[in-house]
């Protein structure tokens, strides 16, 4: 049945602030705006899923999307994403250093699983963009 239905992939046009809120050990919970277009007829829900997250060519770890996340039709909007990033060791010197960057490269790989009504549908993901890197918000509870 989910063979039935024609869609045209979601496509990331962009990331916009993105909000390191906080940190405990290699883990942070980060909120990013991005902007989605779906030129499709109909809504999509995005369920939480798991993607590995490259900075300029380097892993920093995996992102988990926490709340689902509904794409509304025929639209290009900005959403608000909730992250739990599950990072490498020394993953704040490393946010601190790319805070610092004016072209930052960012790519994000896996599967993210979502459903048209109420089918489930996977679907594989490549994407890389660049942001100003001094647009990233590092809030460290110890120093604010």
Do not use: H, W
């Not at 993105?18 to 940190?23: D, P």
């Not at 490259?54 to 994403?81: C, F, H, M, P, W």
């Not at 004016?102 to 890389?128: A, H, M, N």
């Amino acid at each position: 049945m989910s063979s039935c239905i024609e869609y045209e992939q979601v496509n990331v046009v962009s990331f916009g602030k993105i909000n390191i809120e906080s940190f405990e050990g290699s883990t942070a919970d980060v909120n990013v705006d991005v902007e989605l277009e779906n030129e499709n007829f109909f809504g999509i829900k995005i369920k939480p899923s798991t993607l590995d997250v490259y900075v300029e060519d380097e892993y920093v770890g995996k992102a988990i999307l926490k709340e689902k996340v509904k794409i509304i039709r025929k639209s290009t909007q900005t959403y608000n994403a909730k992250i739990k990033l599950v990072g490498e060791d020394g993953i704040l010197r490393k946010a601190i250093k790319y805070a610092l960057k004016k072209d930052l490269k960012i790519r994000i790989t896996g599967f993210v699983k979502g459903s048209v009504y109420g089918i489930p549908k996977k679907v594989q993901i490549d994407e890389t963009k660049t942001i100003d890197g001094r647009a990233l918000k590092i809030k460290i509870p110890f120093l604010n």
